[in-house]
């Protein structure tokens, strides 16, 4: 009888342990415990791969991207981006040569004098989201049921009406699942919706060459490669924000070996000048080094520098110029040029 008691005693025991352990593993983290095993997990890896679906808005329009990130210790990116709508991919990438942005089907790279990724916020590299966390003046933690939740301050610079990041981290294994770039009226204007993250992920030696990268991704495209627009007049796109006191005041159009180049003149209190031309597919893969540095512009990648912007969509390239716009009134009246044509 003595015996069985102390048997039952020990299992009471056994099972209060087993209770607390529970309650303890299973409890919230705080903000400081979970800022804590973000960082560590980074210091620990050697790689991560991580692919999603980003969203901008502008202009009422939403352009959607397929989106892979490859990182390996300890400066090495890749981001491929690829929009649903076209097919059209570029690859921004970091390597011991500098910093790249490849458009394959135009068999066109740039390489930029550029401190990229450190240079801004980025909602698709784990980097760029701990950097913003660790630096933000004021935090709002949140512990959901399946996600922790950080609100902090948006910082931009190419879009100064994102003001607000919401970050959802999964519980378990806090990797990211949803970024989310909001205005000021709390509208989310950039998405980042994260559908894998994969710690240490073995990564093979020519995910970071470019001439690999290149190959293989004009190999899958075949006849897929974007057509340029011979008539850019009659596909010309018009911005839908011009600066106060500015007016488009001449309009050029040029016949070249490619198709046409249409160049539009603003002039007034701001001065800047935009020209549309049949994107031009290189005939040797050579970068153009240009000193400025990869920027968003309704999520394609655009090459920026402190008086110019350059990018490419659907079948034309874009160049605007001003000595009068600083960076931010660039990167608008670049991305109010959408579908919306003067008639």
Sequence with gaps: ?????????????????????????????????????????????????????MEVESEGEIHTYVVEVGFAQPHYYRVTMKNEATGNEQVILKNDEGVFVLTPSLNK???????????????YLYQSLLTDILNAETTVFEALDETYVFTIGADYHANGELVEQVMHFERKGLTPLLIEVRDAEGTPRLTMQFNSFEWNHEIGEDFFVADAIMELAQEVMGD??????????????????????????????????????????????????????????????????????????????????????????????????????????????????????EK
Aim: proline share 3%; aromatic share 8%.
């Design 224 to 341: 897929g490669v974007v057509a340029s627009v011979t008539n850019v007049e009659e596909a010309l796109l018009y911005p839908t924000y011009v600066p106060e006191g500015a007016s488009l005041v001449d309009k050029t159009t040029i016949s070249t070996n490619e198709g046409e180049r249409v160049i539009m003149t603003f002039a007034g209190d701001h001065e800047f000048t935009i020209i549309q031309e049949s994107a031009r597919v290189r005939d040797v893969f050579a970068p153009e080094i240009i000193s400025g540095e990869p920027v968003m512009v309704n999520g394609t990648v655009a090459a920026i520098t402190d008086n110019t912007l350059t990018w490419q969509r659907n079948g034309v390239e874009f160049f605007l110029v001003s000595n009068t716009l600083d960076r931010d009134q660039l990167v608008t009246v670049a991305a109010s040029i959408t579908g919306n044509y």
């Design 1 to 53: 009888m003595k015996k069985r008691m102390i048997s039952a005693t020990a299992l009471l025991f056994v099972v209060a342990i087993a209770a607390v352990f529970g309650l303890t593993g299973c409890r919230d983290m705080s903000e400081a415990d979970v800022v804590g095993r973000l960082s560590t997990h980074l210091e620990e890896s050697t790689s991560y791969l991580a692919t999603g679906v």
């Design 109 to 123: 790279q740039f390489k930029f004098q550029s401190e990229w990724p450190l240079t801004s916020s980025q909602v």
